[in-house]
């Protein structure tokens, strides 16, 4: 990698460790994982994610209590405002980081086309 | 998303796209494009690949004469030198690219562990 490009990296991690969106997210991360309960709901809610992911991902079914019991999961979630929070705040990030994925990689889709086209 | 951010991103594509990587790509990529064997072998190849890539995602069987026709595709654009230095030219910048994004994306990696952890 040249030191422009090596160097312009860093400068956008430092930015983005520096951004009101990143910041957001580790305040809102650090107040779930202090609170016990809120800690416990959402890591329950991640494992259920992850593991119908992978099941999907691998081609396996999904059961009808599968889905019911991420449904519950989810909504059990979405009544705690901590992770109501951390869960918006990913959001948030999430789009930043999309906006800048698609500006850097600009000559990449000139080149080959819009993704999925 | 802040002025900061949106800067340095539009910086990054204009130094990834003076990129000796980038600049290569490009010409491997008109040069195969120019020559209709090339093109058409490269071409045969990007299908069947995309066509396999959307069945295992699906979940879908891949049957043994499709893997055959693959590997045959695969032996095919690996003997001609256009569509070899392209490729090469493909994976040289794709390294970059992951390289950028390990370097942008740290902050994350921080805050929730590498990933497939
Ligand atoms: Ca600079
Ligand atoms: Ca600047």
Chains 1, 2 share one sequence.
């Not at 809610?45 to 991902?57: E, H, T, W």
């Not at 992770?83 to 000139?110: G, H, R």
């Amino acid at each position: 990698m040249s030191v422009n490009l090596h160097d312009l990296s860093y400068e956008l991690q430092k930015a983005l460790r520096e951004s009101d969106e990143y910041k957001n997210l580790v305040a809102y991360y650090d107040a779930v994982n202090k609170d016990e309960s809120a800690n416990q709901l959402f890591t329950n809610f991640r494992d259920i994610q992850v593991r119908l992911q992978q099941k999907q991902m691998s081609g396996q079914e999904i059961s009808q209590e599968e889905v019911q019991q991420a449904q519950k999961a989810a909504a059990l979630v979405q009544q705690n405002p901590k992770i109501a929070k951390l869960m918006q705040a990913e959001q948030q990030l999430s789009m930043v980081i999309a906006d800048l994925n698609k500006i850097i990689m600009k000559p990449l889709e000139e080149l080959y086309g819009p993704m999925g086209s």
